[in-house]
């Protein structure tokens, strides 16, 4: 399987909007946007992201070139634990023509969904996002508050509010 990187996928999806005669809007996330935040030597080998317009011919499209992918239509629910309300709104356009709208999630929200699944590299990757873009604790509570108060009362939350804690510590300097 080869390894995808964003100016290939906006092509290909450039590529998908021209050849189906439609628009797609696009919030990318995982391994893909980690590449717009800067970060080197990460690679993947699909497609996360949430899509506005048609999902099925999309799915095609990237099967028929053997392209892994997890797509939706709402990603604030592919967890127990939401995103926090807005984040569409505050995702960042990355590339934008007549068809084909590309974003990435803000980097704070990039952070809470990472937190949510928090593996190994999940942790890795939303370390870097809070690192780079200088994001205080205290931010990264707040929005981790507003998706705790966007999702439904369940379990997963005590785990999820464990997770960013630890999250948390891992971000304070050591004294």
Do not use: C
């Not at 799915?59 to 997890?70: D, E, G, T, V």
């Not at 205080?136 to 997770?163: C, H, M, Q, W, Y």
């Amino acid at each position: 399987m080869s390894q995808l990187n964003l100016s290939k996928i906006i092509k290909l999806l450039k590529k998908f909007t021209q050849e189906s005669r439609t628009s797609l809007e696009i919030i990318i996330i995982g391994g893909l946007a980690l590449s717009h935040y800067g970060l080197k030597g990460r690679s993947t080998v699909d497609i996360d992201g949430e899509t506005k317009g048609d999902l099925d011919s999309l799915s095609n499209f990237l099967k028929s070139r053997k392209i892994p992918f997890s797509l939706g239509e709402n990603i604030s629910n592919w967890g127990i634990v939401s995103l926090s309300p807005g984040y569409r709104l505050r995702a960042v356009p990355i590339f934008t023509d007549q068809d084909l709208i590309v974003k990435v999630l803000d980097p704070v929200d990039f952070i809470i969904a990472k937190i949510r699944r928090f593996s190994e590299i999940d942790i890795k990757d939303a370390l870097y996002v809070a690192k780079k873009f200088k994001i205080k604790p205290e931010v990264i509570s707040r929005a981790a508050g507003e998706a705790i108060g966007n999702s439904p009362k369940d379990t997963a939350l005590f785990i999820f509010k464990k997770n960013l804690a630890l999250f948390i510590k891992m971000l304070r300097p050591v004294k």
